[in-house]
């Protein structure tokens, strides 16, 4: 633990107590420093976020080369424009369409495409959401704010160890001369986990 | 980035939890290093990635809707006992000597 925690009067609780042997444990024996736990931590918490996954969707968006290449051969693609250690065996970039929309789910644990979106966020790994998207995902989106009109289809993508699944939104319309930089602001973690669309704040359209 | 927050809320009023800012990571400093703790094993080499989430998916399946960082530290606390890395016996009374504030080392 670290910072003010260390100096409180009170006992640890059963699980502070219970990660602090384990970590010191696994120090003592060599298969671990608390230096490559910091690394981790710092690493998720800040280097990888949403951004790198925000980033390849505004690429894909201007470049219609690299979107086909995205579809086509995710991790290849994202190593392309410089995100590498992806971290999974396989990824896969649905496109959402006029017609389709997609969102994914792990419906057993929490397997997410942490390399290009980040940590998952708490409601990700919450069991009402991983039980009911896949039984009635147009209601669970819709009580999230997102409503998808009857005539779309949409696809739920159960996540596993060996596959996970980032979702390609659609690029809205009035941005059609927006830079790459700008697009990527608007492409949050909702919308590549496919619970929300991008949008173009009220006071620039 | 409010609309993220409202998404999380949501949610996170849906099923009764407490309301939580889905934004942060982490509810408690233990739960980032229980966390850290398996990704750098398994980048270190110590642990598969797989062996650890058969087991995590075991615990959540064991332990109900909530408490997901308890399961995950029950998980990597199987696993290492499982491949006799430490010992039931050295886990525990190490255990108990933070619990007892006998040690206070920091990390």
Same mark, same amino acid.
């Given at each position: 633990?670290?910072?003010?925690?260390?100096?409180?009067?009170?006992?640890?609780?059963?699980?502070?107590?219970?990660?602090?042997?384990?970590?010191?444990?696994?120090?003592?024996?060599?298969?671990?420093?608390?230096?490559?736990?910091?690394?981790?931590?710092?690493?998720?918490?800040?280097?990888?976020?949403?951004?790198?996954?925000?980033?390849?969707?505004?690429?894909?968006?201007?470049?219609?080369?690299?979107?086909?290449?995205?579809?086509?051969?995710?991790?290849?693609?994202?190593?392309?424009?410089?995100?590498?250690?992806?971290?999974?065996?396989?990824?896969?970039?649905?496109?959402?369409? %006029?017609?389709?929309?997609? *969102?994914? &789910?792990?419906?057993?644990?929490?397997?997410?495409?942490?390399? +290009? !979106?980040?940590?998952? @966020?708490?409601?990700?790994?919450?069991?009402?959401?991983?039980?009911?998207?896949?039984?009635?995902?147009?209601?669970?989106?819709?009580?999230?704010?997102?409503?998808? %009109?009857?005539?779309?289809? *949409?696809? &739920?993508?159960?996540?596993?160890?060996?596959?996970?699944?980032? +979702? !390609?939104?659609?690029? @809205?319309?009035?941005?059609?001369?927006?830079?790459?930089?700008?697009?990527?602001?608007?492409?949050?973690?909702?919308?590549?986990?496919?619970?929300?669309?991008?949008?173009?704040?009220?006071?620039?359209? | 980035?409010?609309?993220?927050?409202?998404?999380?809320?949501?949610?996170?009023?849906?099923?009764?939890?407490?309301?939580?800012?889905?934004?942060?990571?982490?509810?408690?400093?233990?739960?980032?290093?229980?966390?850290?703790?398996?990704?750098?094993?398994?980048?270190?080499?110590?642990?598969?990635?797989?062996?650890?989430?058969?087991?995590?998916?075991?615990?959540?399946?064991?332990?109900?809707?909530?408490?997901?960082?308890?399961?995950?530290?029950?998980?990597?606390?199987?696993?290492?006992?499982?491949?006799?890395?430490?010992?039931?016996?050295?886990?525990?009374?190490?255990?108990?000597?933070?619990?007892?504030?006998?040690?206070?080392?920091?990390?």
């Amino acid at each position: 633990m670290s910072g003010d925690d260390v100096h409180h009067p009170h006992p640890p609780t059963d699980l502070e107590a219970r990660t602090l042997a384990l970590e010191s444990l696994l120090i003592e024996k060599g298969l671990l420093t608390s230096e490559a736990v910091d690394r981790v931590i710092a690493t998720f918490e800040q280097d990888i976020g949403p951004l790198r996954g925000a980033r390849a969707v505004a690429h894909a968006w201007v470049d219609p080369e690299f979107k086909q290449w995205l579809l086509a051969a995710p991790k290849e693609a994202l190593t392309g424009i410089g995100i590498g250690d992806h971290q999974v065996e396989e990824l896969v970039v649905v496109e959402n369409t %006029p017609a389709v929309h997609n *969102v994914i &789910v792990c419906t057993l644990c929490s397997c997410y495409p942490w390399a +290009v !979106l980040g940590l998952p @966020p708490t409601w990700y790994k919450s069991a009402p959401y991983r039980s009911r998207v896949v039984v009635e995902p147009r209601v669970v989106l819709h009580e999230m704010g997102l409503d998808v %009109p009857d005539d779309v289809e *949409v696809r &739920v993508w159960d996540s596993s160890a060996d596959i996970r699944y980032m +979702v !390609l939104p659609e690029r @809205p319309a009035g941005t059609e001369d927006w830079s790459e930089e700008r697009l990527a602001e608007i492409v949050t973690r909702d919308c590549m986990i496919g619970v929300a669309q991008p949008r173009v704040p009220a006071s620039i359209s | 980035m409010s609309e993220v927050s409202d998404v999380d809320r949501q949610v996170a009023d849906l099923d009764g939890l407490p309301r939580k800012n889905g934004e942060l990571v982490f509810e408690a400093p233990w739960q980032s290093r229980a966390f850290g703790m398996v990704v750098a094993l398994n980048q270190l080499g110590a642990l598969a990635w797989p062996e650890f989430r058969q087991r995590l998916v075991d615990e959540i399946a064991g332990a109900g809707e909530h408490e997901y960082y308890a399961s995950w530290l029950s998980a990597i606390e199987r696993l290492v006992l499982e491949h006799r890395l430490l010992t039931p016996n050295e886990l525990s009374r190490r255990t108990a000597e933070f619990a007892a504030m006998d040690r206070d080392e920091v990390f």
